[in-house]
T-cell receptor, first 113, second 116 residues
């Protein structure tokens, strides 16, 4: 069956360190993979997109990698800050236009001062 | 330049009543998606609509749930005869017509439905 898994429900790291979140999937062949941030009581906010033919994408302190052989995406936040504390969701979609994005369960990140 | 507007933010219904959730997409967006999020769970896809058309309703429960996106006005998610298990946060997202959401969905703040 198709499944999207994200590493441990919660991740605690010290301010200034790099946070690494994982997204693993089975029985999907996604053409696109996205990462979102969700704060309590709010809707998710889009952060980054990476395509199946891209290995890595960067945006400010964020970096995403996409390994279609391992069926895994890694999401890194460098020089983490307490304001980065939130739940991070990965979402993926197969290539055909008109299909929706499927979301993983999310990882709750806490950056401790 | 308002984002995706959902109302109400909070909705309390007694078992057996009807719940109507509204979503106005971002200006220029004609694709609307509804997701449900249960406490401590991820977002579950329900339905994908374009103006006057349901494109994909594979995530919608077969009974009591319906969705529409009329030519004029907001998209409506309707839940008839609500039960306690319907209690959840319901999120609406929109995307422009030309991208299929590839460059990200814009989400509303959600409607939190509580069935008592």
């Amino acid at each position: 069956s198709q499944k999207i898994e994200q590493n441990s429900e919660a991740l605690n790291i010290q301010e200034g360190k790099t946070a690494t979140l994982t997204c693993n999937y089975t029985n999907y062949s996604p053409a696109y993979l996205q990462w979102y941030r969700q704060d309590p009581g709010r809707g998710p906010v889009f952060l980054l997109l990476i395509r199946e033919n891209e290995k890595e994408k960067r945006k400010e302190r964020l970096k995403v990698t996409f390994d279609t052989t391992l069926k895994q995406s890694l999401f890194h936040i460098t020089a983490s800050q307490p304001a980065d504390s939130a739940t991070y969701l990965c979402a993926l979609r197969a290539g055909d236009y008109g299909q929706n994005f499927v979301f993983g369960p999310g990882t709750r990140l806490s950056v401790l001062p | 330049n308002a984002g995706v507007m959902q109302n109400p933010r909070h909705l309390v219904r007694r078992r057996g009543q009807e719940a109507r959730l509204r979503c106005s997409p971002m200006k220029g967006h004609s694709h609307v998606y509804w997701y449900r999020q249960l406490p401590e769970e991820g977002l579950k896809f329900m339905v994908y609509l374009q103006k006057e058309n349901i494109i994909d309703e594979s995530g919608m429960p077969k009974e009591r749930f319906s969705a529409e996106f009329p030519k004029e006005g907001p998209s409506i998610l309707r839940i008839q005869q609500v039960v306690r298990g319907d209690s959840a946060a319901y999120f609406c997202a929109s995307s422009p017509p030309s991208t299929g959401g590839v460059y990200g969905y814009t989400f509303g703040s959600g409607t939190r439905l509580t069935v008592v």
